[in-house]
């Protein structure tokens, strides 16, 4: 039986890294892409506008049952999608920064849901930080740097 491990075509494919620091390259462009798009598509408006801070917190707390605190919890979505996304970007406090990520796409997720839309955008970019929050940062960021710990560089 002819092994495909054995076709040099093949071997591309079952390598445990497409090329030299791979993993962190991928975690690096994991970082900087949807991190982007959050920022463009959601963060902008949010952060330059704190008018919509309010309505904002309403929107997300009142499905799980808050009412109170509102123009807060509206402030943190748009400080998460508008600043924190660019800590992220430079890998910078990336942990603590996806972490607020993956609570303000929760919050977003349960919104879209209890309204009977579709959370599919939420749920990829809770996906994404949930990935970056267990892996890290990897090693093309700040915190590789300023921390200097064998735990964010692998």
Same mark, same amino acid.
């Given at each position: 039986?002819?092994?495909?491990?054995?076709?040099?075509v093949f071997e591309?494919?079952?390598?445990?890294?497409?090329?030299?620091?791979?993993?962190?390259?991928?975690?690096?462009?994991?970082?900087?892409?949807?991190?982007?798009?959050?920022?463009?598509?959601?963060?902008?408006?949010?952060i330059s506008s704190?008018?919509?801070?309010?309505?904002? @917190?309403?929107?997300?707390?009142? #499905? /799980?049952?808050?009412? *109170?605190?509102? &123009?807060?919890?509206? !402030? %943190?979505?748009?400080?998460?999608? @508008?600043?924190?996304?660019?800590? #992220? /970007?430079?890998?910078? *406090?990336?942990? &603590?920064?996806?972490? !607020? %990520?993956?609570?303000?796409?929760?919050?977003?997720?349960?919104?879209?849901?209890?309204?009977?839309?579709?959370?599919?955008?939420?749920?990829?970019? %809770?996906?994404?930080?949930?990935?970056?929050?267990?892996?890290?940062?990897?090693?093309?960021?700040?915190?590789?740097?300023?921390?200097?710990?064998?735990?964010?560089?692998?």
């Amino acid at each position: 039986m002819l092994s495909l491990k054995k076709i040099k075509v093949f071997e591309l494919f079952f390598r445990d890294q497409l090329f030299k620091n791979g993993k962190d390259w991928s975690i690096t462009i994991l970082r900087i892409i949807p991190s982007f798009y959050m920022f463009y598509y959601h963060g902008m408006r949010k952060i330059s506008s704190s008018s919509s801070w309010e309505w904002l @917190g309403q929107a997300a707390m009142s #499905v /799980i049952g808050v009412e *109170f605190g509102f &123009l807060f919890f509206g !402030f %943190l979505a748009a400080l998460s999608e @508008g600043i924190l996304v660019w800590f #992220v /970007i430079f890998g910078f *406090f990336t942990r &603590l920064s996806s972490l !607020f %990520l993956i609570l303000t796409m929760f919050f977003a997720s349960a919104y879209h849901l209890a309204g009977g839309e579709s959370a599919e955008s939420a749920l990829i970019y %809770l996906t994404i930080y949930l990935v970056i929050f267990i892996l890290g940062p990897g090693r093309y960021s700040f915190d590789a740097k300023l921390f200097s710990n064998n735990d964010l560089k692998s």
